[in-house]
């Protein structure tokens, strides 16, 4: 069984493009008997990635910051809670506890998760890279950034290092071979 760190959106008021995006990983996650490790908000891809995964017959464990208990936020999917002080403890359970770790869409807070796990890659605290989900050009921009800041220098290692993008669940698949 393989452990598999979810990033996105918690916002309900996006395209269904990206609803379809996070049905399909998970329903990928779950039929193949694997777990998911996220955020445990009952909202948006949050949400719809755990009951996609549920269904179809995967564990899942949500990481909740005392916030979003306190709002009556969290999912009721959760196989598994683990509460967390703040957002930073969630972003490092969720690092730790997962042997992949993917971006799908989403806010400021996954933008905030992708540059954790590459701040922290690239000073040796792990050596996991964030596989972006680029579903509809979503992380072009970002990806272009990047690119710009590591031919300034301002990226120790290769880019490859420590991101990598898929622009659909099949090339993810070919990517990530669970």
């Known amino acids: 069984m393989v452990n598999i760190g ?5 916002s309900q008021d996006i395209d269904c493009i990206y609803y379809d995006c996070a049905t399909e990983i ?19 891809l949050m949400e719809c990635t755990a009951k996609a995964t549920k269904e179809a017959g995967g564990t899942v ?33 969720i690092v730790a506890l997962s042997d992949y770790l993917i971006a799908l869409p989403g806010g400021v807070g996954t933008l905030d998760e992708i540059f954790h796990v590459i701040a922290a890659a690239s ?5 996991k890279k964030i596989y972006l989900v680029n579903i509809n050009g979503f992380y072009d921009t970002l990806i272009k ?27 993810l698949k070919e990517i990530i071979k669970i």
């Open 6 to 10: 979810i990033f996105c959106a918690a």
């Open 26 to 44: 998970g329903q990928w996650i779950g039929q193949n008997g694997n777990t998911l490790i996220y955020g445990g908000a009952d909202l948006g």
């Open 61 to 93: 464990i949500g990481v909740v910051p005392e916030k979003l208990e306190e709002k009556g936020r969290v999912s009721t999917l959760l196989d598994r809670t683990i509460r967390t002080h703040n957002l930073s403890d969630r972003k490092d359970e």
């Open 123 to 127: 000073i040796g605290y792990h050596h």
């Open 145 to 171: 950034l990047l690119h710009e800041m590591a031919e300034k220098g301002f990226i120790r290692h290769s880019l490859s290092t420590y991101i990598e993008e898929a622009t659909s669940l099949t090339q």
